[in-house]
């Protein structure tokens, strides 16, 4: 069952009205009441078009956290197949809010590694809701490293608020692990290939999509803080999000303004929540695409491209 945004209530209206009509109608063919339905859905199509031609950054920010967007998990289920889960950093535990493992896109040997932020309350708590701890960015290291031993491909699917603030993540080194893991992905010398399928939420995401090539999906968001935290910090009013999330270019037509974002996937019509296999095969195509264009790439040139790409940042504006 559909779960509506705030903003999506007068469509929830139009298409419960229809239901409530089509049952009314059961055994009943070709009566008014069934045309009517049909007029609702009409209705409802048309006014979901027109929200979603023009939505606002806050906004996006909800369609990109919707609770029935396909999650990490998803997309290897769908994408990939002999997906080999791997666990552990071999240093203190096995973070659930990452996974990752040996893969198959196609016949293409890839190793591939995400945030899991789960879909109902027992996973999402066992996952974290996607914020990784030390130990997942240490995990997430030691299987780019394996790649890179393998002249394997290494893509990563990026979908959390950020990494994990708690005092043991902390004590654990968070910020260092981070590092690292940022640090890894600039120095790969197989393709490292980043989409961002839902939030992109600080050095949390970061540490994944320091890469060759970054995607996002048309809703989704990638920031160096929420608007929720940014609003805190600027007016100390964390209700001024809306504000926040317009000031902050979070969007990804935003991002491949700025360079940041290398190629955005189209969404089905009211968000990746309404059709996520259409959704997910999108992603898959870009994936594919992505993959061709860097295939031919030497270990020099994948490193020097990367680190180019990273160092240009802001030039565009620097020029202007």
Request: aromatic share 4%; hydrophobic share 40%; net charge negative.
């Amino acid at each position: 069952m559909t779960q509506y945004l705030e903003f999506e209530k007068p469509i929830a209206e139009i298409e419960a009205k229809a239901e409530e009509l089509r049952a009314l109608a059961a055994g009943e063919e070709g009566t008014d009441v069934l045309k009517e339905a049909s007029q609702l859905d009409a209705k409802a199509a048309d006014l979901l078009k027109s929200l979603y031609a023009d939505l606002s950054p806050w906004r996006k920010c909800l369609v990109a956290r919707h609770p029935q967007r396909p999650h990490c998990k998803d997309y290897i289920d769908r994408l990939f197949t002999e997906y080999t889960p791997l666990a552990g950093d071999r240093n203190f535990a096995d973070d659930h809010a990452v996974m990752g493992g040996l893969a198959r896109l196609d016949d293409t040997p890839v190793m591939v590694i995400g945030h899991e932020k789960g879909n109902d309350t027992k996973s999402r708590i066992e996952r974290n809701f996607g914020m990784a701890r030390p130990e997942g960015y240490r995990k997430a290291i030691r299987l780019m490293d394996m790649a890179d031993r393998f002249g394997l491909p290494v893509i990563t699917l990026v979908d959390t608020p950020g990494a994990y603030p708690g005092k043991g993540a902390e004590e654990r080194g968070q910020s260092e692990a981070i590092a690292r893991s940022t640090e890894k992905c600039l120095d790969l010398g197989v393709p490292l290939i980043s989409v961002v399928i839902g939030e992109g939420g600080s050095g949390g995401a970061v540490a994944f999509a320091t890469a060759n090539r970054v995607a996002m999906l048309e809703h989704s968001i990638y920031s160096v803080i929420s608007p929720e935290g940014c609003a805190s910090i600027l007016w100390k009013d964390a209700e001024k999000m809306r504000e926040a999330a317009e000031a902050l270019r979070l969007t990804a037509q935003n991002l491949r303004e700025l360079g940041i974002c290398d190629k955005i996937v189209k969404e089905p019509l009211g968000g990746a929540h309404r059709d996520p296999a259409a959704a997910i095969d999108a992603v898959g195509k870009a994936l594919k695409g992505m993959l061709s264009e860097l295939g031919d790439s030497d270990a020099k040139a994948l490193r020097d491209g990367r680190r180019r790409k990273y160092l240009d940042l802001g030039s565009k504006g620097l020029a202007a």
